[in-house]
């Protein structure tokens, strides 16, 4: 089971950090993403964090959003920076299993106010 938290509205510039607590599997042996999709569009990867906490960025978050994740407690975490409106979606943790991300959690909305 994946629960995305800490979603809400916040000011173009404006800091974010998201929260997916897991469960019902093996958390550290798992690759895991970020994926977001915004109003009207379709899902676009963030990020994937290896088990080792090594990750990966798509050009869009690069160098704004962080992916971490702590093994012990079973929560894969993404903080966001200097967002944009263009940030505006609903923010997804899944198993990294591209391109569809079929397997992810209901999902908390992000809302970038200008």
């Known amino acids: 089971q994946l629960v995305e938290s800490g979603g809400g509205v916040v000011q173009s510039g404006g800091s974010l950090r998201l929260s997916c607590h897991t469960s019902g599997f093996v958390f550290e042996y798992h690759a895991m993403s970020w994926v977001r999709q915004a109003p009207g569009k379709g899902l676009e990867w963030i990020s994937t964090i290896n088990f080792d906490g090594s990750s990966l960025y798509g050009d869009s978050v690069k160098g704004r959003f962080t992916a971490s994740r702590d093994n012990a407690e079973k929560v894969l975490y993404l903080q966001l920076n200097n967002v944009k409106t263009e940030d505006t979606a609903i923010y997804y943790c899944?198993?990294?299993?591209?391109?569809?991300?079929?397997?992810r959690g209901q999902g908390t909305q992000v809302t970038v106010s200008s």
């Open positions: 899944a198993f990294n299993e591209p391109p569809h991300y079929t397997s």
